[in-house]
């Protein structure tokens, strides 16, 4: 097995994708992250993000599970644009938060209707909640954890342990929600503790949230809070706002930069950004 993980940004962005000259240089599509381990592709949601990643894995024969944090069109609507899914032959296993799914209907709207294709042209081998894919992997020295978040619906978030290395994503929480939801924020910090890398929900400003209580997401003050609390190594943050440009998203950083002087160094997702977390006394550094 690989002494590291491979960690690659797709999509970054949360709600509706947004091209344009705007959002060019942080990126557009909606949210989709890899985590490369030896011979395992992990994918962590399937926005429009995963329709470039699928052309790169396209030709390569790794076992590849997509893990869905939930069902939110901004994290399902490109998997249906997932070339591997097409190959004859290919197996792929993808895992919902609620395992009585076996159809790419309920997930994707792959109906004939809402897509050109129904679910019974897919060629791939797909495996749709079937067996026990965290199990398998615990067995190569893969700890994978999830946890519910604050988010209408059922949706969680993902804890990945590998060499002595850990990598949170979070895409979607209300770490702050209007009424008690099913995650505390103990129990949050806990989840993330001593991470080397949190991708954490970082959607609003604190001015921006009054009106959005009670959606799901969290304002950049709380992610960064959190990310303080649990002793991250590193915050990303993720599922940037489709109206947020690229130049504000730049101003946010050069404000909130000058006040995190700790031990968690903090930035905003970008598009394209590949971390190699190496395992623990294989290298020095982190990143």
């Known amino acids: 097995m690989n002494s590291r993980m491979v960690v690659k940004l797709w999509g970054v962005r949360g709600s509706i994708p947004s091209p344009g000259p705007a959002t060019a240089r942080y990126g557009g599509n909606t949210t989709c992250v890899s985590v490369e381990i030896g011979d395992a592709v992990l994918i962590f949601d399937a926005g429009s993000g995963i329709r470039n990643l699928g052309k790169e894995l396209f030709s390569d024969p790794r076992t590849v599970v997509i893990f869905l944090t939930h069902l939110h069109w901004d994290h399902v609507q490109g998997l249906l644009f997932f070339a591997p899914l097409y190959q004859p032959g290919r197996t792929l296993a993808i895992e919902t938060p609620d395992r009585t799914m076996t159809s790419l209907v309920p997930i994707a709207g792959a109906d004939g209707v809402h897509f050109p294709l129904t679910a019974e042209q897919i060629?791939?081998?797909?495996?749709?909640?079937?067996?026990?894919?965290?199990?398998?992997?615990?067995k190569t020295g893969i700890v994978?954890?999830?946890?519910?978040?604050?988010?209408?619906?059922?949706?969680?978030?993902?804890?990945?342990?590998?060499?002595?290395?850990?990598?949170?994503?979070i895409p979607d929480n209300e770490i702050h929600p209007p009424e008690p939801g099913p995650l505390a924020w103990n129990d949050l910090v806990a989840f993330c503790q001593g991470a080397d890398v949190l991708i954490h929900d970082a959607q609003y400003l604190a001015e921006e949230i009054?009106?959005?209580?009670?959606w799901g997401h969290s304002t950049i003050d709380d992610a960064c809070a959190l990310g303080k609390a649990a002793g991250a190594k590193r915050l990303i943050l993720f599922h940037h706002d489709p109206e947020r440009t690229d130049g504000e998203i730049d101003d946010i950083l050069a404000k909130i930069l000058p006040d995190s002087r700790g031990a968690t160094e903090i930035s905003a997702a970008k598009e394209g950004t590949i971390l190699h977390l190496v395992s623990v006394g294989q290298a020095a550094g982190l990143l």
Do not use: T, W
């Open 123 to 138: 060629l791939s081998d797909l495996r749709v909640n079937q067996g026990d894919p965290i199990g398998d992997l615990a």
């Open 144 to 169: 994978l954890r999830r946890l519910r978040m604050n988010h209408p619906g059922l949706c969680h978030g993902f804890r990945l342990e590998y060499g002595g290395r850990v990598l949170v994503f």
């Open 210 to 214: 009054s009106s959005k209580r009670g």
